[in-house]
């Protein structure tokens, strides 16, 4: 007698129908739950772990702060009531410790983890960002480096000066009538000019027309469709299937894959010559001995206009809100800036702006207190591992987020304050060592940005473009909470709103 009908014999149901075999599935489900439950929270190789009990008896704690797009201040604030080393997840933690970064991000221990990873593909193919196996990853890497050297960046900055010229013409046009101008867009269509310019060599003049590109609300629906494959990844497949608003962030994926194949199918006809098409075209991806065919090399284009766009852009939007609340920190900018370059109209160069020590610390103090990827990178131990004494089986997942190191109050005194001359007043090389030990917005290690020198190019120059150029502050309508730190991976201020009030200023008055 099988195990169903020995259920039914006990119960003496005689005539087994539909409700019965709801009632016994239902049943069945309820009791894994309440099994699983009881081994993570007494049996699982973690259970020694504090943190949430919701987090250590189920994956909902975490699930439900990734669908409401807090992860990130949840673990932060699990952090400060829990300690230095917490549970997330039955089978995840969290380190809050500085020493763990480069212990888990360089290790060869780990590797990303994979349904965090594997939801983060965009149609069907796999891109540098996605890939886990160590080897393919480092033959993807080697293809793409190139693109975006500090070589190929240095050909293109005279294209992003005069984007950010015109850039800047737009706003001075705009607000000569009413001083008050919502910037959001306007720094997503220059970060989306620059990232498609440098990839394809064609500028989709988001900038000068002053309107959005199709493919950013395809950008848009990709942020939503990852949050729904790390629940189910059968969605990757199936999504495109499915009704309403689910189903429609899955086919605006899909055509922002067409328009990227188009792309890719027209660059390779005119064999176009960017340095990241002529490498990527041209050379071979050694793990599959081949070059990419158009779905690969497509998706890679995918990921770097993501990568590329809502990263930078939300980087100066936050700088702009904490620099102009703090009029002394204007100062010292435009001290800093106006000293070295009288014609406030320029659009400096790179090097030269890179060496204002002033210029740099606004920079990454804004990195610091506003990480884009703001949330935990998670990995996989792959073997059991040792971080920072704690030993971590193989199998367990364990990230370190950028948001709660970068407060880390031993690196960074008062670190909930907006403070860029903390990074010029060090008095010790030992406290340098240490504010740079924790200070990881790009990561470290093979998976670190691929795109850092192109967002220090774009920041560093916008800057002090910028506040060359223009005095501002921030509107009286704005509000803190609409520039809270939406955590969907990459963050950008919950508001989607950064409204200002400038007037371009030539001369001194
Ligand atoms: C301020 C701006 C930026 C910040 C703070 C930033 C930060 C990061 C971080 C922390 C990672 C590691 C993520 C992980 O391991 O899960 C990463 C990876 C990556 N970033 Fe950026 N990024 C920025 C701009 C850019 C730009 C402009 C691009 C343009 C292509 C880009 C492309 C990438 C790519 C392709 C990866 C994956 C690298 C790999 O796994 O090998 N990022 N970024």
């Known amino acids: 007698m099988g195990l169903f009908e020995h259920l039914i014999s006990l119960f003496s149901i005689r005539k087994v129908n539909t409700f019965h075999v709801i009632y016994f599935s239902l049943a069945a489900v309820v009791v894994y739950l309440v099994l699983s439950v009881v081994w993570n929270l007494f049996f699982h190789p973690l259970r020694r772990f504090p943190g949430p009990l919701l987090a250590r008896a189920s994956t909902i704690w975490y699930r439900i702060a990734g669908f409401q797009a807090n992860k990130a201040h949840w673990i932060h604030a699990a952090h400060s009531r829990y300690g230095p080393v917490i549970r997330v997840a039955p089978n995840e933690l969290s380190f809050a410790d500085p020493a763990a970064v480069r212990q888990v991000y360089t290790s060869k221990e780990f590797v990303k983890a994979e349904t965090f990873y594997r939801a983060k593909t965009i149609y069907h193919e796999n891109h540098v960002f996605s890939i886990r196996n160590i080897e393919d990853h480092h033959s993807r890497r080697r293809l793409l480096n190139k693109g975006f050297s500090l070589a190929a960046l240095t050909d293109f900055e005279s294209s992003l000066s005069i984007k950010i010229r015109t850039l800047l013409d737009q706003w001075a046009m705009r607000t000569r009538e009413n001083p008050t101008i919502e910037v959001y867009p306007w720094l997503y269509y220059l970060s989306f000019d620059t990232i498609y310019h440098l990839l394809f060599g064609v500028d989709p003049e988001c900038v000068k027309t002053g309107q959005s590109h199709e493919v950013m609300q395809y950008m848009t629906a990709w942020r939503m469709t990852y949050i729904y494959k790390e629940l189910i990844p059968s969605l990757e497949r199936w999504g495109i299937f499915m009704p309403a608003t689910v189903g429609d962030t899955f086919r605006k994926v899909r055509k922002w894959k067409f328009y990227a194949m188009e ?33 690969e090399l497509a998706e890679e284009c995918m990921g770097a206009m993501f990568g590329g766009t ?64 703001i949330g935990t990178q998670p990995r996989t131990a792959t073997e059991d591992a040792l971080v920072c004494g704690v030993v971590v089986p193989k199998g367990t997942t364990v990230g370190i987020q950028n948001y709660t190191i970068h407060r880390n109050a031993d690196a960074f005194p008062d670190p909930e304050s907006f403070r860029p001359s903390r990074w010029l007043e060090t008095n010790s090389e030992a406290s340098l060592n240490k504010m740079r030990e924790v200070f990881v917005p790009f990561s470290v290690g093979r998976h670190a940005c691929l795109g850092k020198t192109l967002a220090e190019f774009e920041l560093t120059v916008l800057v002090a473009a910028f506040f060359l150029r223009f005095d501002a502050t921030v509107d009286p309508t704005m509000l803190h909470g609409g520039m809270k730190m939406e955590d969907r991976f990459s963050a950008a201020p919950i508001g989607r709103s950064l409204v200002l009030r400038m007037q371009e200023r030539l001369v001194e008055e």
């Open 310 to 373: 809502g990263t930078t852009a939300n980087s100066f939007i936050y700088l702009l809100w904490a620099t102009l609340q703090i009029p002394e920190v204007v100062k010292s900018l435009q001290q800093e800036l106006r000293m070295k370059f009288p014609d406030r109209k320029t659009v400096p160069d790179f090097l030269a702006c890179s060496k204002l020590p002033y210029v740099q610390a606004v920079i990454s103090e804004t990195l610091r207190l506003y990480p884009t990827i």
């Open 263 to 295: 792309v890719v199918r027209s660059a390779r006809m005119k064999d176009a010559k960017t340095p990241f098409l002529q490498n990527v075209l041209h050379g071979e991806d050694s793990s599959f001995g081949r070059p990419l065919n158009d779905s």
